[in-house]
C-alpha cells in the first residue's frame, strides 16, 4: 500500500487514546462499503458522504454539472465487504479545508466536513461504478499494490491539474482490470497551506474547460491491451493526440516504466 498526501493533511486521532487512527482496520479488505446506482458518466461523491455544505463538489468535478443531481447517485446495497485486491484507490475525505476547486473556494464559505465514520449513512465508504467517473487527488489517497502502475503523474500540466488527470487516466484503466475506486469518511483533517486562490483558478483552467470532454472520451473508449502497464501507454497516447497531454508527458510515462521493469529484472 502506499499513501499519497499533502504536507498539510493530518491523520485524525482516536478521542480515547490521543493515538492516530490508522488508515485501514484490516488491509485485506474493506467493510461496511456501500454500492450505488448512477446513471452518468460522471460522480460527485459529496452528497453520498454528507458534506456539510449544500451543491459542493471536489475539484475536478466537471464545472457544467455542480448542480445536476443525476450526478450524486442512489444507494442500492450497504454493509458490502469488497476484498483489497479489487481496490485501485481509496480517497478519504478531509475535513475542515477540504480538496475544492478555487470557484468553489470563492463562492462558499469553509469550514465543511463529511459524515463522520458509522456503519450507516454517509459515515460509509462508496464504490464507484465502473466506468464512471469521479476526482480523487494526491493529497488523501491509498494506492493498493494492484495499482502501483497508476501513481504516475503527468508532467506537462500543472500541479493543480496533474493529479487529477492521474485520477481520470487510472480510472479508465480500473475498469478494463477490474478494480475500484472507494470513497472512505474522513480520517484525514487539512489545514490548508495559504494559496493564491486566483493563482489557483488559473492553474485549474483545464479542469474547467477540458473535463466534462475528457470524461466522454474515456467513457466512449475501448482499449486493444490487456495488461496495465501496456493499456496505460496507449490510453497516454491517444490522450495526447486528443491535446490532454503534451509529448513530454507520453515520454516519461515510458521512461518511467522502463526504469520501474529494469529495477524489478535487477
Not at 13 to 20: A, C, E, H, Q
Not at 47 to 71: C, H, I, K, N, Y
Not at 238 to 246: A, V, W
Request: a negative charge.
Amino acid at each position: 500500500l502506499v499513501y499519497d498526501f499533502d504536507d498539510d493533511n493530518y491523520l485524525n486521532k482516536d478521542n480515547s487514546t490521543g493515538n492516530l487512527l490508522p488508515l485501514l482496520d484490516d488491509e485485506t479488505k474493506l467493510n461496511n462499503v456501500r454500492y450505488i446506482d448512477i446513471e452518468t458518466s460522471s460522480f460527485n461523491h459529496h452528497p453520498l458522504m454528507e458534506a456539510t455544505l449544500p451543491t459542493s463538489w471536489a475539484r475536478g468535478f466537471p464545472m457544467e454539472l455542480v448542480q445536476d443531481e443525476s450526478t450524486h447517485g442512489k444507494v442500492k446495497s450497504i454493509g458490502n465487504t469488497v476484498p483489497m485486491e479489487k481496490i485501485g484507490v481509496i480517497q478519504f475525505c478531509a475535513d475542515n479545508n477540504p480538496d475544492i476547486d478555487a470557484v468553489h473556494r470563492i463562492t462558499k464559505p469553509l469550514p465543511m466536513n463529511f459524515a463522520p465514520e458509522s456503519t450507516e449513512g454517509g459515515g460509509s465508504s462508496v464504490l464507484v461504478p465502473p466506468n464512471v467517473y469521479s476526482p480523487y487527488n494526491a493529497q488523501a489517497t491509498l494506492h493498493t499494490a494492484q495499482a502501483l502502475f497508476a501513481t504516475l503523474l503527468p508532467i506537462s500540466v500543472t500541479s493543480r491539474v496533474t493529479d487529477i488527470w492521474r485520477g481520470y487516466f487510472a480510472q479508465a484503466l480500473f475498469r478494463d482490470v477490474g478494480l475500484s475506486l472507494i470513497f472512505a469518511p474522513p480520517r484525514i483533517t487539512q489545514y490548508r497551506n495559504v494559496h493564491n486562490i486566483l493563482g489557483d483558478w488559473q492553474s485549474e483552467e483545464d479542469l474547467y474547460y477540458k473535463l466534462g470532454q475528457l470524461v466522454e472520451f474515456l467513457a466512449d473508449r475501448k482499449t486493444t491491451e490487456e495488461s496495465s502497464p501496456a493499456g496505460m501507454e496507449e490510453l497516454w497516447i491517444e490522450l495526447y493526440e486528443q491535446g490532454y497531454i503534451e509529448e513530454s508527458g507520453v515520454d516519461w510515462r515510458r521512461v518511467s516504466f522502463y526504469t520501474i521493469g529494469s529495477s524489478k529484472e535487477n
